[in-house]
Structures are given as C-alpha cells and as structure tokens.
C-alpha cells in the first residue's frame, strides 16, 4: 500500500528565504506526481505536475523534482513572500491519488 | 468561471438526517473524484467516476452513494448521517483516469457537521 509522508509538518521563515518542502513515497511505481497549495477554508490549488519520465518542473518562483528511484520529491520556493503561507500537499497517482498529511508553511514579515 | 463549484459550503444538521452534496465541473473533464478531510488535513478518495461510471469505491460506508448524472456532475447523498461524517468533503476533476490521469481541479470544499 502506497504512504505518503511529508516533513516538516510545520515551518516557519522569514521572508525573502529559500525554502524546500519534502515528499517521500514508498511505492516507487507512480504516474505521475502532484503538488497542492491550500489556504485556510478553501480548496486545493494545483502548482505543479511531474509525469514519472520526467525529472523536474518549473512555474515562477516554484521548483518541483522527482527522483522515483528513491521515492522523494521536492518543492522549491525562492524568494519566499507572506503571500506563499499555506498548507501544501503533495499527491501521488498510482491506480488512484494518494495524499500526504502537507506541510504547514508561514512566511513572517 | 468557478472551473469545479460545489453545493452547499456549509451543512449542518443532525445525525439521523440524509443529505446531499453537489459538484459541477465546467472543465470538459471526464473523471470527477469524491474525497473526505478529516480533522487531522489528511485526505482520502473515496469514489471515482468516469465517463459517468464508477471506477474507485474505497472502503466507505454504504451510507454514502455517489451518482453521477453526466460526466460533468458528481452527486454524493449521505443516508443517516454519524458523528463521525463531520468533516470537508471536496469534490474534483481531471482529464483521463488512472495512468493517464491528468492534473486534478478541486472545488472549494462542502464543510458537514453533525450534530
């Protein structure tokens, strides 16, 4: 059975920094993978999509990289702002979409 | 455009009662998708329709009976509802399903509670 876990839980920076977000996976057979934003009470925002053949993918200030070999991916924020506060989650799609818990993220003034 | 909208937001009722929740997808998509957020964040499908045909049912009560009007509604009607429903259901879409499944779009959560 497909886990998801996702570390930290929470994290707090200033802002302006350079953050990576984690995603590990222990059934390395994925799709595709997916990475999620969400706000307080609302829904969840799609940022970034990474078939299984590819490696990595880019949208502004927003890397993400898979290495499915080692079941890890990561999300990169440059140049953290306020704004970027958010839970993020992270999906792997096998024959259905797995979640992980999603790291809370605060980017103080 | 909302791109998936649900109805209602909110719901709050009694245990006991039958409810319904509603999803439209305006995307032109063809698989719509059933998930449950529990209090800890965690999310968990629990059906899946393309094409207007069920392909995941997970492990979910038979209380909870999606259906699927057109490939661009997804319906979920809960029979005598529990405590332990309480928690955000969101409604999404994609293009594709399974392998070929593409990015998924999410609404903006119906949040249940059960009193």
């Known amino acids: 059975k497909q886990e998801v876990t996702q570390i930290p839980a929470a994290l707090s920076v200033p802002e302006g920094e350079n953050l990576v977000l984690n995603c590990s996976f222990t059934d390395s057979a994925i799709y595709n993978l997916q990475w999620f934003r969400q706000d307080p009470g609302k829904g969840l925002t799609s940022l970034l999509l990474i078939q299984s053949s590819q490696r990595e993918q880019t949208s502004g200030r927003l890397n993400a990289s898979l290495d499915k070999s080692s079941g890890r991916s990561t999300l990169y924020i440059a140049a953290s702002q306020p704004g970027d506060s958010a839970t993020y989650l992270c999906?792997?799609?096998?024959?259905?979409?797995?979640f992980g818990s999603g790291t809370k993220l605060n980017v103080k003034p | 455009d909302t791109a998936v909208s649900q109805t209602p937001k909110y719901l709050v009722t009694q245990m006991g009662n039958d409810k319904s929740i509603k999803c439209e997808q305006n995307l032109g998509h063809d698989t719509m998708y059933w998930y449950k957020q529990d209090s800890k964040k965690f999310l968990k499908i629990m059906f899946s329709y393309n094409n207007k045909e069920l392909i995941i049912n997970e492990t979910v009560p038979n209380r909870f009976s999606p259906k699927s009007p057109d490939k661009a509604h997804l319906n979920l009607h809960i029979n005598s509802l529990e405590l332990g429903d309480s928690a955000v259901y969101f409604c999404?879409?994609?293009?594709?399903?399974?392998?070929?499944?593409?990015?998924?779009?999410f609404g903006p959560g119906t949040r249940l509670t059960v009193t």
């Open positions: 999404a879409s994609s293009q594709a399903s399974g392998r070929a499944s593409r990015e998924q779009y």
């Open positions: 999906a792997v799609l096998v024959h259905k979409f797995y």
